[in-house]
């Protein structure tokens, strides 16, 4: 299965405006969404900005087949992210 993945991102005046997760199968899963709202929540946290988010599929290092815009809130990919890490406290 060639399961091989790259990312990027679109940067104007030093900051993120966009955050790209590219994925060589060409149907989403469960944790390559996750990826791609971990990666927006950390480039808007370090950066104090509000990146879109795409998940690029049927990557072939030329061409792609689809790019879905993934939309994230904040908030709840740090409660994802806190609930992963063992809980409330974390």
Avoid at 6 to 26: A, C, H, I, M
Avoid at 39 to 66: M, N, Q, S, T
Wanted: aromatic share 12%.
């Amino acid at each position: 299965m060639g399961v091989r993945r790259g990312g990027s991102s679109q940067v104007r005046g030093g900051t993120p405006v966009e955050v790209v997760e590219l994925k060589y199968y060409d149907e989403p899963d469960r944790y390559s969404v996750t990826q791609v709202r971990i990666y927006a929540w950390l480039a808007a946290r370090c950066f104090e900005c509000r990146p879109k988010a795409y998940l690029v599929l049927g990557w072939d290092e030329r061409r792609y087949k689809r790019r879905l815009e993934v939309e994230y809130a904040l908030q709840e990919v740090e409660e994802e992210i806190k609930g992963l890490l063992g809980g409330e406290g974390s």
